[in-house]
């Protein structure tokens, strides 16, 4: 399983820095990193509602990442390149 990404560092990366999309990043979804990391940003403008929303998406997905088997996250997310949800 050399090169593949840890699933319980992608759901701690999706609870405390998933606002950002560090964990996207980290999984190779850059597009959806970067969507994740300019809407928070930029959200703080819309009194920081949109950030308040990729924060639970990022604790959603670290979650789910934390609790699938091994074999369905790498299934999932590593061969597959599932970048939501």
Not at 47 to 57: A, D, E
């Amino acid at each position: 399983m050399s090169g593949d990404k840890n699933k319980l560092v992608a759901g701690l990366l999706g609870i405390f820095l998933g606002g950002l999309g560090i964990h996207k990043f980290y999984l190779g979804c850059n597009k959806a990193g970067i969507i994740m990391l300019v809407v928070s940003l930029l959200g703080f403008v819309l009194l920081g509602i949109p950030t308040l929303i990729m924060t639970l998406i990022g604790f959603i997905e670290g979650i789910l990442y934390i609790v699938k088997s091994e074999n369905d996250y790498k299934a999932t997310y590593i061969d597959n390149q599932k970048c939501w949800f």
